[in-house]
């Protein structure tokens, strides 16, 4: 008789446990999208050969998978010059509410500047516009914060996100790209900084305009800005940042809209950053096509 009780005791058990079971498995696959439909996978012609350029480094990828579509050299550690800008305006974007006004301490006359003036009143987003269309260093000093240790928090902040998005060739010692053999980064980590920073709508929104005028918060003083990205003429092109230094030779950042496909190309240590992408964007072109899974 006991051994009866204690038969129905585990069974009864049993039955519960399979019924929990069956519920989290059911849960567990209720959970996902079984119409899933990944995106086309981007390919490359059997046929291809590869393009030649004489950048010390060079990628393509795909700016949805990103998937690497053509390497020179893709983690060779070399100075990203003002393509520093970019961590510098994510940074400032996760730091500042876009409205905030910033008060400008002092003048900042190194470099490419946007001219902004000591006392001058602007708007973060104004300042990230002069950032990343005009690469102005001013702009790039005031939002990281002006003093000794703002600025040494800022960059410090540069490097954790450059961490925590797995860029593990990158380190930042400053927020406008000067010369230091301590500030690096790679053609690699470069595009998928940049394929992240392009889901900021004000950041993609930026490195498209070819031209913009800023002004302070009395409208008073006013900044006429110019891009520094002669290939913005070009119908593909849709971005995104250059970089110069005698140390970096030419640096360019590229945003690629192929029929809705987007691509992006990074060329370091060029001697000819325009054509060269010029000659990556004809490549991809002639030899990237999309093929849906």
Not at 92 to 99: F, I, K, M, S
Not at 135 to 140: E, L, R, T, V
Not at 183 to 203: E, G, M, P, Q
Not at 253 to 269: F, N, S
Request: hydrophobic content about 45%; aromatic content about 10%.
């Amino acid at each position: 008789m006991v051994y009866k009780k204690i038969a129905k005791f585990w069974g009864l058990i049993l039955f519960i446990f399979s019924v929990l079971i069956s519920v989290r498995f059911f849960v567990f696959w209720e959970g996902f999208n079984l119409d899933f439909n990944p995106s086309p996978l981007p390919l490359i012609e059997e046929d291809a050969s590869f393009p030649q350029i004489n950048a010390k480094s060079a990628i393509i990828i795909d700016a949805d998978s990103g998937t690497v579509l053509f390497e020179r050299e893709p983690h060779l550690r070399l100075n990203p010059a003002s393509i520093t800008k970019m961590a510098t305006a994510i940074t400032a974007l996760e730091t500042y509410p876009v409205d905030e006004v910033v008060s400008v301490i002092s003048a900042y006359p190194v470099g490419k500047i946007m001219g902004l003036k000591p006392e001058e009143k602007i708007t973060v987003k104004n300042l990230i516009y002069g950032l990343l269309v005009h690469s102005a260093n001013d702009a790039a000093f005031v939002l990281a914060g002006q003093t000794e240790g703002k600025i040494a928090k800022f960059i410090a902040r540069m490097n954790e996100i450059a961490f925590q998005e797995n860029l593990n060739d990158t380190h930042f010692v400053n927020f406008d790209g000067e010369e230091d053999q301590n500030h690096y980064s790679t053609v690699f980590d470069l595009a998928h900084l940049t394929r992240w920073a392009l889901r900021n709508s004000i950041f993609s929104d930026a490195v498209r305009l070819d031209r913009i005028t800023v002004t302070d918060i009395t409208g008073n003083i006013s900044h006429d800005l110019e891009t520094t990205n002669e290939l913005l003429g070009l119908e593909e092109i849709k971005g995104v940042k250059t970089g110069w230094t005698p140390l970096s030779g030419e640096c360019f950042v590229g945003l690629v809209d192929l029929e809705d496909r987007r691509l992006i190309t990074v060329v370091l240590g060029s001697e000819d950053r325009f054509g060269e992408t010029k000659k990556l964007v004809d490549w991809a072109k002639e030899n990237i096509f999309w093929k849906e899974i």
